[in-house]
T-cell receptor
Framework: GAVVSQHPSWVICKSGTSVKIECRSLDFQATTMFWYRQFPKQSLMLMATSNEGSKATYEQGVEKDKFLINHASLTLSTLTVTSAHPEDSSFYIC??????????????FGAGTRLSVL | AQKITQTQPGMFVQEKEAVTLDCTYD???????LFWYKQPSSGEMIFLIYQGSYDQQNATEGRYSLNFQKARKSANLVISASQLGDSAMYFC???????????FGQGTELSVKP
């Protein structure tokens, strides 16, 4: 299947700092990527849809100024958690579809990023 | 609005036996996709199996099969010959054929006993 790389896998930061998470499609081009958030023992919640070359579409209740998304190329989307606070501590995971491939309906996920804000 | 329901928070199965994880869904869209993902303790989401709403046959992928009953709006995952490495969280999800975003169920934690 298609490979999605996410970096970093783990980050610890001080309250008030910003953290950038990268999501790359390694062997395919992704015009659309998705960012999810997961709290312990809970399901994944979609935060936003990242569109190459245009603004991201945020889900209701997600602060767009807090979670900045940039999708500058067909293989890279970034999520920046600005002025992070302890309540932002969570597991963030991205996904992408290879719409040109045989498995065009399948979303492949990165390995996720565990963010801990002190 | 689309909705996915997994009613089994946790399941136990003996190694080498088969297990069924339940999933029901609700949607008004005639065209949709159903997925199962496995999430081990490391956190990665591993794609297991996909079923399209218009697919005539139930999807199968190795030891995984999806029991798709459209009239009942259910998409249960069957794992045959369970292995210790199957112990993980399992999520059922669905998407429409427009935006592609996934809606997830609450998950089922499967524990395989030796």
């Amino acid at each position: 299947g298609a490979v999605v790389s996410q970096h970093p896998s783990w980050v610890i930061c001080k309250s008030g700092t910003s953290v950038k998470i990268e999501c790359r499609s390694l062997d395919f081009q992704a015009t659309t990527m998705f960012w999810y958030r997961q709290f312990p023992k809970q399901s994944l919640m979609l935060m936003a849809t990242s569109n190459e070359g245009s603004k991201a579409t945020y889900e209701q209740g997600v602060e767009k100024d807090k979670f900045l998304i940039n999708h500058a190329s067909l293989t890279l989307s970034t999520l920046t958690v600005t002025s992070a606070h302890p309540e932002d501590s969570s597991f963030y995971i991205c996904s992408a579809r290879d719409i040109t491939g045989l498995a065009k309906n399948i979303q492949y996920f990165g390995a996720g990023t565990r963010l801990s804000v002190l | 609005a689309q909705k996915i329901t997994q009613t089994q928070p946790g399941m136990f199965v003996q190694e080498k036996e088969a297990v069924t994880l339940d999933c029901t869904y609700d949607t008004s869209d005639p065209s949709y996709g159903l997925f199962w993902y496995k999430q081990p303790s490391s956190g990665e989401m591993i794609f297991l199996i996909y079923q399209g709403s218009y697919d005539q046959q139930n999807a199968t992928e190795g030891r995984y099969s999806l029991n798709f009953q459209k009239a009942r709006k259910s998409a249960n995952l069957v794992i045959s010959a369970s292995q210790l490495g199957d112990s993980a969280m399992y999520f059922c999800a669905m998407t429409d054929n427009q935006g592609g975003k996934l809606i997830f169920g609450q998950g089922t934690e499967l524990s395989v006993k030796p």
